[in-house]
């Protein structure tokens, strides 16, 4: 059973240019999340969604960041314009509400900006 | 204003022995607290959670206690075993709109001596 896919693993870009990070929950899971790993801060949530609606969006840093839910087995995680305090690995989770309590990770995205 | 804390970066212990990370929050509205533990370039994996209205839950090898007086928790390994080198957050969370909102923790890395 396939868990939660993220792509690109890798992502390597310059300062000023649009990163767009992707997300596929596991199948059949209704709430998803984002989550920034940085080094100073530690694992931050960004946005989640339940039902494809975002429900709490106060961990996105700047209006710099956006993110989508267009599908329940789609998301991406746009940065424009990124910048290198923007570099960090990015985590998608999904999980299943009511029912769990835990979230299912994804394996990340290593994002640097130069 | 981090409102989970892990004040240990870092700790080792022999294998076989017991490994004991601790975790100290400030919000006392939480529902339920977990652990995670991750792997170098793997997301978190869920590992074990206790209730806020409990305060021991047991599970193989690991023990989760939680002192609600104190706002203190820790998690238990024994034996400890190679295998559990990693980096384990504790996370805290609240129920928004059904979904649980997690707040982590900035990981401690157990390091499991041969």
């Known amino acids: 059973d396939a868990g939660v896919i993220q792509s690109p693993r890798h992502e390597v870009t310059e300062m000023g240019q649009e990163v767009t990070l992707r997300c596929k929950p596991i199948?059949?899971?209704?709430?998803l999340f984002w989550y920034r790993q940085t080094m100073m801060r530690g694992l931050e949530l960004l946005i989640y969604?339940?039902?494809?609606?975002?429900?709490?969006d106060s961990g996105m840093p700047e209006d710099r960041f956006s993110a989508k839910m267009p599908n329940a087995s789609f998301s991406t995680l746009k940065i424009q314009p990124s910048e290198p305090r923007d570099s960090a690995v990015y985590f998608c989770?999904?999980?299943?509400?009511?029912?769990?309590?835990?979230?299912?990770f994804g394996p990340g995205t290593r994002l640097t900006v130069l | 204003d981090q409102q989970v804390k892990q004040n240990s970066p870092s700790l080792s212990v022999q294998e076989g022995r017991i490994s004991i990370l601790n975790c100290d929050y400030t919000?006392?509205?939480?529902?339920?607290f977990l652990w995670y533990k991750k792997y170098p370039a793997e997301g978190p994996t869920f590992l074990i959670s206790?209730?806020?209205?409990?305060d021991k839950n047991e599970d193989g090898r690991f023990t989760v206690f939680l002192n609600k007086s104190a706002k203190h928790l820790s998690l238990h390994i024994v034996p400890s075993q190679p295998g559990d080198s990693a980096v384990y957050f504790c996370?805290?969370?609240?129920?928004?709109?059904?979904?649980?909102?997690?707040?982590f923790g900035q990981g401690t890395r157990l390091t499991i001596n041969p």
């Open positions: 989770a999904s999980s299943l509400i009511p029912l769990h309590l835990e979230q299912f």
């Open positions: 199948s059949g899971h209704n709430s």
């Open positions: 969604f339940n039902n494809n609606v975002p429900i709490d």
């Open positions: 919000n006392s509205m939480f529902d339920y």
């Open positions: 206790i209730s806020s209205i409990k």
């Open positions: 996370a805290a969370s609240t129920l928004i709109q059904g979904a649980q909102k997690l707040v």
